[in-house]
DNA sequence: CATGAATGAGTCTTCATTCAT
DNA sequence: GATGAATGAAGACTCATTCAT
């Protein structure tokens, strides 16, 4: 997920006032996304994310407590993300086609999966290792995933919608962390048509 | 992966001399391997790997010299984990029975998969944000995972032994990776039901 | 030569704002280029430093992200010295007085010689046991030594500047070695009263 | 110094019991003085030179009981070789051919020198930092280079023997500081032939 | 005497976090 | 609100020294 990440830099430059603020956060947070995909969390300093947002680093403060919000922040930006993608593809009228657009945005963002793994996936990893509530955060963004997509499966009148979506999100997780591991971007094309197949299967 | 892990502490008593130095460097390896599926490496201080393996800190270096020579020493215990189990399994007579019993011993373990994931997949996940030699290691094992279960499906007659196995991997790190995420280790029970019947399908 | 260092410390108390930055920078470099005199590069400690220049070990690393750094500025150090040194020679009009000036410069050093050394010398003798680029800055100075009193010898008409400069430098150098190994300050006033009737007889 | 160093290993395989032990920490003795003018004491680890002198680390301290006691015998290899040395040049008639033998073999040594400077010298220069009694013994073997010259000085005649010797020496210590900073053997063997006409000059 | 292994104190270095302007 | 600088608590790593065989 988080792919077809064409969320458009939406400063648009004719908003007026609008304290600055926000647009700082968020860039904050998407850095911290960012950064956090390439060299994970704990790798990450905080100077990272600063430079990447091009924000001072004792300015970080003023908007983020603690690294712990940062990520809470990233977790966030992935579930904007994520939000943004779905309501994209609600305007397609087939649910199935919606599936396989998902399908294809991920396959078409092999070469990154294939560097460093799926950008949600590999952060709720990480997390998963703590017991804070961050992990939590990240369930939640995946459970919105597996809903949505069941939630498209049902529309194409299967029982058994809610297996389905966990299967195919967890299929999508098992090709990003193959094509991660073995730095092939290959088996996420191959994987991705299979799924397209089965989905059609199904329809 | 990684699972069934009994691998019986073979230091049989009786063994009079022979150094010790190997069953400590085995200790630590193995401690490692164990604190790093908890904690992730990053998180893992030497001093975590120095405790559980009861060893000082200070003799840690003398048998790795650094911290990330101790984690090609874990991936080693995976790899050799690894050889065991499959070896293990080979003892079966039908290749089918093999693949199953894999099947198997993995949702055996969902509860800690549930925990803290596949203790070789996270690993591997959290070692390809690295660009030194590390994440080539922990490709290796998977890539001999792999070509075991390939093998299986060979014996089987399947021509599309490849791709099976890449299918097989790739659906047991998925559902570890929901199954992880979401804390439910119901995910691992019901996806490897599924391989199991998928497996007998193919037979 | 680093001798007539009465460099005084020129933070002029009305100069308002400025950041302080450089200050400490170069507090810090003092500090290297004297508790290395006196006890040598490799038995000092960050925390020596630290505490000379009155700034906490942590802080250090803000202005120099490694020892060798440390090493660096403190030849830097050694560089301005000498730089501040020549250029009060320079004053003087004749240039064998000016020569003479600089010897008697040493000569006055001559306890502190006796005990700890030339303090750019044994660093100089101590950076060149390494093969990173520090040596090259030592010799740097060094040369730059040598060319000022080479210059020295032109204005006196000495067609044989460049050797009489080294044979210079290389006599101060030499009873700096004996003086300070036989802690025998008499050795550099004998030494230094010689050379500069050598002088004399030369111009 | 401690040039002209065919210093045989005069382990005679025909002396028959004498236990080894003698020979072994002769051997730690060289190979510390050797390892000691590469790197400085202390940069040079035990394993260093335990290495060199192929002994097992644990050995070492049959031999020394701490690491100051294999610098005092480093320091006492020196003062061996010396003795060799000025042994060896006595056999020459005339003591201005031996000064200038003595020269010579510094000469013959520069490209050493030009790389670690005066094997003897740096050693000397680096224990002077320190107030144990390690310096007190490097002065002593400096003494006795410069009562031996003196010696040659007073039996060429002249009634300042102390004055120049004490000036050759500190010529010798000088070049070498040169030659080995400016990574420049010319300027030793222009600054050798110098004295070797000085010698001549005096004669 | 010989030797691999053990020990622990110390050093450099990194960073999240805070502070003073 | 913004920002460079400050701080201190770790953590990786080294090594002289000691011990058990």
New binding site residues.
């Given amino acids: 997920m988080s792919t077809l990440s064409q969320v458009t830099d939406s400063d648009s430059p004719t908003r007026p006032v609008r ?4 647009a ?1 956060r968020e860039r904050l947070a998407n850095a911290a996304a960012e950064v956090f995909h390439r060299q994970g969390v ?8 600063a430079r990447l947002a091009d ?16 990520v809470e922040a990233a977790v966030g930006a992935h579930r904007a993300r994520l939000a943004a993608l779905t309501e994209r593809l609600d305007a397609l009228p087939e649910p199935a086609d919606r599936l396989k657009a998902l399908i294809t945005g991920w396959v078409d963002q092999r070469e990154t999966a294939a560097r460093f793994g799926c950008p949600f996936g590999t952060l709720a990893t990480e997390l998963d290792k703590r017991d804070d509530g961050l992990d939590q955060a990240a369930a939640e963004v995946m459970r919105a995933l597996i809903a949505w997509v069941s939630g498209q499966f049902t529309q194409m009148g299967r029982p058994d919608a809610q297996d389905l979506a966990v299967e195919l999100v967890a299929a999508y997780q098992g090709m990003s962390v193959l094509t991660n591991t073995l730095r092939d971007p290959g088996i996420m094309a191959a994987r991705g048509a299979r799924l397209i197949a089965w989905i059609d299967g199904l329809a």
């Fill in positions: 304290r600055r603020g926000g700082k704990e790798k990450t300093t905080l100077n990272d994310i924000v001072p680093v004792g300015n970080v403060y003023y908007y983020f407590k603690t690294k712990d919000q940062l």
